[in-house]
T-cell receptor, first 115, second 113 residues
Framework: AQSVTQLGSHVSVSEGALVLLRCNYS??????LFWYVQYPNQGLQLLLK??????LVKGINGFEAEFKKSETSFHLTKPSAHMSDAAEYFC?????????????FGKGTTLSVSS | KAGVTQTPRYLIKTRGQQVTLSCSPI?????VSWYQQTPGQGLQFLFE???????NKGNFPGRFSGRQFSNSRSEMNVSTLELGDSALYLC????????????FGSGTRLTVV
C-alpha cells in the first residue's frame, strides 16, 4: 500500500525566508510524486512532479523538490517566500500512470507568510 | 483553452436527498477522476473513468456512483445523503488514463443539512 506523510500541518515563515515543506512517502513500487497547491475555495494546482529521471524537479512559482529514494522523501522548497505563497500544499503519490491508478494525498500543510 | 468545469459550485441539500454533480473535462481529455475533500479525512479518491468505463473505484459506500458520457463529461451521484457527505468534490481530467497530467476543476461545495 502507498501512503504519504506531511510533517507539520502548519508552517509559518516571514516574507523572503526559505520555505521548506516536508513530505515522506511509502510505496512498494517506484512512485510518481506530486506537489499541489490549493488556494481558498479553489481546486488543486500542480506545482511540480517527479516521474522518472532527474531527481531535482523544478516547478512553477520558484518551487522545487528533490526525490530522495534512500530517505523516501520529496520535500518542497522555495528560496524566498512571497505573501502570495500563503496557501495549503498537498504532497501526493501514485503507482505510476496506468489506468486505474489514483493519487494518494497527504493531509496537507498550510503555509502562512508574514510581512 | 477552457479548463475543467464543475457545476454547480455550491449546493445545499437535506439529509436523505440525492444529488448529482457534473464535470466537463478539458476538450480532448478522455479521463475523469473524482476526489472528495473533507477537513477530517482529507483528499480521498472516489472514481476514475476512461472512455466511458470505470477503471477504478475508491473505498466509498454504494451510495456514491458515477458515470461518463461519450463526450467525456462525467457525473457523480450521491443518494440518501448523510451529514458526513458534506465536502468539496473535486474533478480532475487528463488526456490519458492515470494521474500524471491531471487538471483539477474548482470543485463543488456540497453542504448537507
Amino acid at each position: 500500500a502507498q501512503s504519504v506523510t506531511q510533517l507539520g500541518s502548519h508552517v509559518s515563515v516571514s516574507e523572503g525566508a526559505l520555505v521548506l515543506l516536508r513530505c515522506n512517502y511509502s510505496s512498494s513500487v517506484p512512485p510518481y510524486l506530486f506537489w499541489y497547491v490549493q488556494y481558498p475555495n479553489q481546486g488543486l494546482q500542480l506545482l511540480l512532479k517527479y516521474t522518472t529521471g532527474a531527481t531535482l524537479v523544478k516547478g512553477i512559482n520558484g518551487f522545487e523538490a528533490e526525490f530522495k529514494k534512500s530517505e523516501t522523501s520529496f520535500h518542497l522548497t522555495k528560496p524566498s517566500a512571497h505573501m502570495s505563497d500563503a496557501a495549503e500544499y498537498f504532497c501526493a503519490v501514485s503507482r505510476g500512470n496506468q489506468a486505474g491508478t489514483a493519487l494518494i494525498f497527504g493531509k496537507g500543510t498550510t503555509l502562512s507568510v508574514s510581512s | 483553452k477552457a479548463g475543467v468545469t464543475q457545476t454547480p459550485r455550491y449546493l445545499i441539500k437535506t439529509r436523505g436527498q440525492q444529488v448529482t454533480l457534473s464535470c466537463s473535462p478539458i476538450s480532448g481529455h478522455r479521463s475523469v477522476s473524482w476526489y472528495q475533500q473533507t477537513p477530517g479525512q482529507g483528499l480521498q479518491f472516489l472514481f476514475e473513468y476512461f472512455s466511458e468505463t470505470q477503471r477504478n473505484k475508491g473505498n466509498f459506500p454504494g451510495r456514491f456512483s458515477g458515470r461518463q458520457f461519450s463526450n467525456s463529461r462525467s457525473e457523480m451521484n450521491v443518494s440518501t445523503l448523510e451529514l458526513g457527505d458534506s465536502a468539496l468534490y473535486l474533478c480532475a481530467s487528463s488526456l490519458g488514463a492515470g494521474p500524471d497530467g491531471y487538471t483539477f476543476g474548482s470543485g463543488t461545495r456540497l453542504t448537507v443539512v
